[in-house]
């Protein structure tokens, strides 16, 4: 990536019918940051994800992936650059898993050609990240929900793109995956790549994350480093709850008061 923002938008209105769920959102996000996203059930993270993944049109203002608008990427282009992993993902085909996550490699291949070794060596590799190794030809209908969750993990890891968008990546996870899937894009986040991952679990997001983006869901926003973001007067306030903040030697989280 070059110096320009992996991923910025510029005063990005996100809405709904009836409801504007984020107003006038700037953001201007370089390679090596993970952020979260956080907010209550219809607060517009996903709909924010998928405005940042150019799915949907916002309302006012631009988003921009490496210095471009978005709606100037070639679709294809753009899927080399920014990946979206959805909250939920259908399965319209019987297929494998390594027929599954080899999906991920579509943008790398040219037109009318197959997959090489290379392609099928990276797919093998996401699922071995996932802990899915050996689970190659098993059909995806046989896969439990958390198993399947993690298949779509390995797609857009296989996908290798500069920008990742995640929406409750760990959602069906036990604690063990829960923790090696964020330690994954942590480590993305580390060599270079841009992470933003929407999450309910505070103390994780508190772990993880370097900054915090918090969205109350009637068109305020607040956006800044998970240290300052993330305290019991603004958890409390996201969620409508009395908080208190728990620390411990190597993390904090929060639980209701």
């Known amino acids: 990536m070059t110096s320009l923002a992996a991923l910025a938008c510029t005063a990005v209105t996100?809405?709904?019918?009836?409801?504007?769920?984020?107003?006038?959102?700037?953001?201007?996000?370089?390679?090596?940051?993970?952020?979260v996203v956080l907010g209550r059930n219809g607060s517009g993270k996903s709909s924010t994800l998928?405005?940042?993944?150019?799915?949907r049109?916002?309302?006012?203002?631009?988003?921009?992936?490496?210095?471009?608008?978005?709606?100037?990427?070639p679709r294809r282009e753009l899927a080399r650059t920014l990946g979206l992993?959805?909250?939920?993902?259908?399965?319209?085909?019987?297929?494998?898993?390594?027929?599954?996550?080899?999906?991920?490699?579509?943008?790398?291949v040219d037109?009318?050609?197959?997959?090489?070794?290379?392609?099928?060596?990276?797919?093998?590799?996401?699922?071995?990240?996932?802990?899915l190794a050996?689970?190659?030809?098993?059909?995806?209908?046989?896969?439990?929900?958390?198993?399947?969750?993690?298949?779509?993990?390995?797609t857009i890891l296989a996908q290798d793109p500069e920008v990742f968008l995640l929406d409750?990546?760990?959602?069906?996870?036990?604690?063990?995956h829960q923790l090696d899937v964020l330690r994954i894009f942590r480590r993305l986040a580390d060599a270079g790549r841009t992470v933003i991952v929407s999450l309910h679990d505070i103390g994780l997001a508190a772990r993880f994350a370097d900054s915090?983006?918090?969205?109350?869901?009637?068109?305020?926003?607040?956006?800044?480093?998970?240290?300052?973001?993330?305290?019991?007067?603004?958890i409390g306030e996201l969620y409508g709850i009395a908080v208190r903040e728990l620390r411990w030697e190597h993390g904090r989280t929060f639980v209701a008061a």
Not at 50 to 55: P, Y
Not at 57 to 73: K, N, T, Y
Not at 86 to 104: C, I, K, N, S, Y
């Open 14 to 35: 996100v809405e709904v019918p009836g409801r504007t769920l984020v107003r006038d959102l700037a953001l201007d996000l370089p390679g090596g940051r993970f952020v």
């Open 50 to 55: 998928h405005t940042f993944a150019g799915l």
């Open 57 to 73: 049109a916002p309302a006012g203002g631009e988003v921009l992936v490496a210095g471009r608008p978005i709606d100037s990427w």
């Open 85 to 108: 992993l959805p909250q939920m993902v259908d399965d319209p085909f019987p297929a494998t898993a390594l027929e599954a996550v080899l999906v991920g490699r579509h943008p790398h």
């Open 111 to 131: 037109f009318w050609a197959w997959e090489s070794a290379d392609d099928r060596a990276a797919a093998q590799r996401a699922l071995a990240a996932v802990d």
């Open 134 to 154: 050996g689970f190659e030809g098993r059909d995806i209908a046989t896969l439990s929900g958390g198993e399947r969750r993690r298949l779509s993990i390995a």
């Open 168 to 176: 409750e990546p760990i959602h069906q996870l036990d604690p063990q």
């Open 212 to 234: 915090a983006l918090l969205l109350f869901g009637d068109g305020r926003w607040h956006c800044g480093p998970c240290d300052e973001a993330l305290n019991e007067h603004s």
